[in-house]
């Protein structure tokens, strides 16, 4: 099952290629100019092809009401085809509550063109190749991040802590898990 959805993919992928590769050739447009002109209107790649049923770890993000807030982020920074990849990624997902807990107009400021590195940067600080459970994750003393930072990992009263953070709940997805925190996760500054 996974083999034919990963095969539809592929497939759905290679014509949108071939379908916009013979556009081109009748187009008098220069590639340069298409390029600028589709920079700045259309954003392209895996997040934005039409739903093909498939849950992932950006589409649990993106249907629940309780991360509002980091949806923003990941689409403010371009991330959204990072999290529909094939995976296994595990994402700690901060909530609403979370994010309203940093000092006031720090997301703001984040959300900001100019900021977008920073953002990113934070965002992939909660990114971690593989798909462990809650449980699992006790076993780790820390993490690596997509960022190249590591997480610590800490077990109190039985629960993992991830850098400080409870996880409130686990949801798993087709391409990893979702572990929904209560603490947004910032990298440690040099």
């Known amino acids: 099952m996974k083999l034919t959805k990963h095969l539809f993919i592929v497939l759905a992928v ?12 009748d ?4 590639s340069s100019e298409l390029k600028t002109e589709t920079e700045s209107t259309e954003r392209t790649g895996q997040a934005f ?7 992932t770890v950006l589409s649990i993000a993106i249907g629940s009401k309780n ?18 990849n094939a995976g296994p990624l595990m994402v700690f997902a901060p909530t609403n509550e979370a994010f309203a807990a940093l000092p006031e107009g720090t997301v703001e400021n984040l959300l900001k063109p100019e900021n977008k590195d920073a953002l990113a940067n934070i965002l992939k600080y909660h990114v971690t190749p593989g798909n462990y459970s809650k449980d699992f994750l006790k076993k ?3 993490l690596g991040q997509a960022n190249n930072g590591y997480l610590k990992v800490e077990v109190v009263d039985g629960e993992p802590m991830i850098g400080g953070a409870k996880i409130l709940a686990s949801i798993k997805a087709g391409n990893g898990i979702v572990h929904v925190i209560d603490k947004v996760l910032l990298p440690p500054t040099e």
């Open 49 to 55: 092809i039409e739903d093909d049923g498939s849950t």
């Open 67 to 84: 991360h509002t807030t980091l949806v923003a982020a990941v689409q403010a920074a371009q991330l959204e085809n990072a999290l529909v």
């Open 140 to 142: 780790f003393k820390k």
């Open 14 to 25: 290679a014509t949108l290629f071939s379908s916009c590769k013979d556009a081109n050739k």
């Open 27 to 30: 187009d008098s447009t220069t």
